[in-house]
């Protein structure tokens, strides 16, 4: 195993990102009563992509928003991501054309947590995958309204070198895709193709916006 060592400049980067965060909560709480949790508010543009090892191809992600709560005392945060369905397409047995659109549903917050004193963070999304069209070799599949994953997968994101929480960077991880149902007579070549368990993500955030 490879071990990677952080350079000085990126961790004091990040470090100093944190620390024009919590000099700007400290301001702002100049103008109001003092508070032991001090929440800060946030919005983040995010684009990205996912490679999905099932099918073995990369579906482009967004734009979409990210909207962000932290705890500036303890570095706890809380977030809701909300992205466009996703469109893409590849070849089934290296053969048959296969195209499917795909919504991402939250299964309740995304939680996570800000190191204060690095600026890195990592956090954890439950994520319920739905087909909402399909379509193979030209035609139309009916899925029904409720074609998605049994139960949510698990995203767990950490940041990259050069993230800054009011820059925004990139973030990167991996999750398992469950198997799916109520997706009438396409289920099994739903199953038989899209779920797998070492699926990548990565995600870039925009320029925070506070308040």
């Known amino acids: 195993m490879t ?16 620390a024009s965060l919590l000099a700007a909560v400290a301001l702002a709480g100049l103008s109001g009563p003092a508070s032991a949790d001090t929440l800060i508010h946030a919005k983040y543009k995010v684009t ?9 191809f990369t579906l482009a992600l967004g734009p979409g928003t990210l909207s962000s709560t932290l705890d500036a005392s303890t570095g706890k945060l809380t977030a809701e991501l909300s992205m466009p369905e996703a469109t893409g397409s590849f ?7 296969v195209t499917a659109t795909t919504q991402f ?16 963070v990592s956090t954890t ?13 030209g035609i139309p599949i009916p899925v029904g309204n409720s074609c998605q994953t049994g139960t949510p997968a698990v995203v767990r994101l950490k940041s990259e070198r050069g993230f800054n929480v009011l820059a925004g960077g990139n973030l ?10 109520h997706c009438g007579l396409a289920t099994p070549l739903i199953n038989l193709t899209i779920p797998a368990t070492d699926n ?6 925009g320029k925070a916006k506070l308040g």
């Open 105 to 120: 549903i939250n299964d309740g917050p995304t939680t996570g947590k800000l190191n204060l004193n690095t600026g890195a």
């Open 91 to 97: 070849t089934q047995f290296g053969v048959i054309p």
């Open 125 to 137: 999304s439950r994520i319920t995958l739905r087909i909402v069209s399909l379509t193979v070799a």
């Open 3 to 18: 071990t990677l060592i952080r350079p000085r400049w990126a961790a004091r980067a990040a470090a100093l990102g944190t």
């Open 200 to 205: 990548t993500i990565a995600l870039k955030l």
């Open 48 to 56: 990205g992509s996912t490679y999905l090892a099932g099918p073995g």
């Open 172 to 181: 990167a991880g991996s999750y398992a895709i469950p198997s799916f149902s």
